[in-house]
């Protein structure tokens, strides 16, 4: 999750993109992914993304890499992620799933004392596994739908239900509540680039092996946000929306996404 020093600003921002994305959204082609209505807006934002990343933020990931030897790496990863450890224990207790905060606290505390303040992770050797938990699923859970598939300026892949839930994200991180804001944007860009540095080498294959990047990614995301909501034992659905009206009743149905819910 990227880290922002205000959530205010950026929350007004977002309503905006959305109201911008609705507005566009209108111009829809006939015949678009029913889960993806705004797509000549998402591919617009998808390609400005992938130009500053390719630009900037590869760039830095890759010299991060290469200069920063793993076992530094991974206790950065390991910091950060003993920090969304708080954060995932706040949404596992708003969704009434008593076990899995219990790991995420433990996982805090062990991490945070035996583990010099998140560097290591004993917790998982400990077998307190950790379940990554966001506002965005919160509100799933709770039944509110995913809405269209959109794509943020800088955060990526998203659906209207995960922007709306992204400022909540923001402020409950516990990065957000660091007072010293120079110290607060210097921990957030290190925990963007070490994240960014870590996928380096799976991005790079998925997007040379991937025919249409922007539809892999959006499928892959749609997909996955799927699966954490209903954590990883998705409904079958009954509906599909990739067959055609016409198609004989016997016929084999082709594989495609299912929608998200």
């Given amino acids: 999750m990227t880290i922002s020093?205000?959530?205010g600003p950026r929350a007004r921002r977002l309503a905006g993109v959305v109201m911008l994305a609705l507005v566009t959204g209108c111009a829809s082609a006939p015949g678009a992914d029913p889960r993806d209505p705004w797509e000549g807006y998402n591919r617009g934002m998808y390609r400005f993304n992938d130009a500053l990343d390719t630009a900037v933020l590869k760039p830095v990931a890759t010299v991060y890499r290469d200069v920063l030897p793993?076992?530094?790496?991974?206790?950065v990863g390991n910091f950060f992620g003993n920090l969304g450890d708080v954060w995932s224990f706040v949404n596992q207790t708003l969704q009434a799933k008593p076990e899995a905060a219990l790991h995420s606290f433990?996982?805090?505390?062990?991490?945070?004392?035996?583990?010099?303040?998140?560097?290591?992770?004993?917790?998982?050797e400990m077998r307190l596994e950790r379940?990554?938990?966001?506002?965005?699923?919160t509100l799933g859970y709770w039944g509110v739908p995913a809405g269209p598939y959109f794509v943020l300026p800088l955060f990526g892949p998203s659906t209207v239900r995960?922007?709306?839930?992204?400022?909540?994200?923001?402020?409950?991180?516990?990065?957000?509540?660091v007072n010293?804001?120079?110290?607060?944007?210097?921990?957030?860009?290190?925990?963007?680039?070490?994240?960014?540095?870590?996928?380096l080498g799976a991005v790079e294959l998925l997007e040379s092996a991937a025919l249409?990047?922007?539809?892999?990614?959006?499928?892959?995301?749609?997909?996955k946000r799927r699966n954490d909501i209903h954590d990883g034992n998705p409904p079958v659905d009954t509906e599909r929306y990739d067959l055609d009206e016409d198609a004989p009743a016997g016929s084999a149905a082709p594989a495609g996404a299912a929608p998200v819910k």
């Fill in 5 to 7: 020093a205000a959530a």
């Fill in 70 to 75: 793993q076992p530094v790496r991974t206790g």
């Fill in 106 to 124: 433990w996982r805090v505390m062990v991490n945070t004392t035996i583990g010099l303040g998140g560097v290591l992770d004993p917790a998982s």
């Fill in 131 to 137: 379940r990554r938990e966001d506002f965005g699923q």
């Fill in 162 to 177: 995960d922007t709306v839930a992204l400022p909540v994200d923001i402020y409950g991180h516990p990065l957000s509540h």
């Fill in 180 to 199: 010293d804001v120079p110290v607060r944007n210097s921990l957030g860009a290190t925990q963007i680039v070490n994240t960014r540095a870590s996928v």
């Fill in 212 to 223: 249409d990047s922007y539809s892999f990614q959006r499928d892959a995301y749609l997909q």
